[in-house]
């Protein structure tokens, strides 16, 4: 983990949150009762509180720009400390209900071919992120190099199996031959190649742990 809280090495008593913006560090200063009673707890694969809030401590931020401040290290994290995720969800979402759920479309006959911007002078291009993790395996705020190198493995298989395309590992990951540097460049002049982690909050986070072993792209045929 990168140094500071919940590092292994340094305590992991909670800090003075009081300079703190995140809405992690509001949730813990307005129950700090929360964090001592959830402390000693862990998920099944070892995931603590402390981990899932550790970004939000390192990290004080910006009263003008609210960010959520923790990152669950597994999926049983949500449920095992929903009294901080919660609220959490709920500043990101106003108006969002645990009672509702979610709204899925899935009729491509709602697609249009509709330009964004027609005069071709705002707009350069649009992209969509879509993010899923495995059940089973923890997050990268907590994964281990052999974790993610599994979650790889899997994913490449299963690709395999039922995708047409090919996957790319980044240039410098050891988990199996990467992309050439030529293929490397045409996917970074595309848009399609994303780069290391490099905001203190994302590293705290675990985001560029091993950096970039086990990382890749998918494309599609």
């Known amino acids: 983990p990168l140094p500071g809280f919940a590092d292994g090495r340094s305590s992991e008593d909670l800090p003075d949150l009081l ?4 809405l992690a560090a509001e ?11 959830l402390r000693d707890a862990r998920t099944e694969l070892g995931v603590s509180l402390a981990q899932c809030a550790k970004s939000g401590i390192d990290c004080p931020g910006h009263a003008l720009m609210k960010v959520a401040g923790a990152f669950a290290g597994d999926a049983e994290s949500y449920d095992r400390y929903w009294a901080l995720f919660g609220p959490i ?11 509702v759920s979610h709204t899925a479309e899935s009729n491509p006959a709602k697609l249009t071919n509709s330009s964004i911007d027609a ?36 994913l490449t298989a ?12 980044l240039r410098g990951s050891g988990s199996c031959a990467s992309m050439t540097l030529q293929q490397q460049r045409r996917l970074r002049s595309a848009g399609l190649l994303f780069s290391a982690p490099d905001s203190r909050l994302r590293l705290s986070a675990g985001l560029g742990r091993d950096w970039p072993d086990a990382r890749g792209v998918f494309l599609s045929e």
């Open 19 to 22: 300079g703190h913006h995140s």
């Open 158 to 169: 299963a690709g395999a199996r039922g995708l047409r395309g090919t996957y790319l590992p």
């Open 119 to 154: 005069s071709g002078r705002y707009a350069v291009y649009a992209s969509l992120d879509v993010r899923r993790n495995l059940c089973g395996f923890r997050f990268p705020p907590c994964c281990s190099k052999a974790e993610r190198r599994e979650v790889e493995r899997f």
């Open 27 to 37: 949730v813990l200063r307005a129950e700090p009762e929360l964090y001592e009673r």
């Open 89 to 99: 969800v709920s500043g990101l979402h106003p108006g969002w209900s645990a009672e």
